[in-house]
């Protein structure tokens, strides 16, 4: 069964520094690709962020040079660092699979205040 756990957000100042965590269980994480994904208040999710099983690493233009996308195999962990935080980036924020295959987890909440 697989488990998808977010943490790591918060309240941050603009142009302030978060680092997001996300645990997968259940899954042969070194074989798969992962992404992140955010869903502001009345606005569909969007995707953020993928990284694939050789670390190479695709970000969607608005976050591109502020926004890290990384993976630890041994822990089943992939991070998102949020550098240059702006309150167009206050949303809840999800990883998942690059598919959306995964059960959605229940996010993480960053708040980023002007």
């Known amino acids: 069964q697989v488990h998808v756990v977010e943490s790591g957000g918060g309240l941050v100042q603009a142009g302030g520094s978060l680092r997001l965590s996300c645990v997968v269980s259940?899954?042969?994480?070194?074989?798969?690709?992962l992404a992140w994904y955010r869903q502001a208040p009345g606005k569909q999710r969007e995707w953020l962020a993928v990284?694939?099983?050789?670390?190479?690493?695709y970000y969607k233009e608005s976050v591109k040079g502020r926004f890290t996308i990384s993976r630890d195999n041994a822990q089943n962990t992939v991070y998102l660092q949020m550098n240059s935080l702006e309150p167009e980036d206050t949303a809840v924020y999800f990883c998942?699979?690059?598919?959306?295959?995964?059960?959605w987890g229940q996010g993480t909440q960053v708040t980023v205040s002007s």
């Open positions: 998942n699979a690059a598919d959306e295959s995964y059960p």
């Open positions: 259940g899954i042969d994480f070194r074989a798969s690709v």
């Open positions: 990284i694939g099983l050789t670390n190479i690493t």
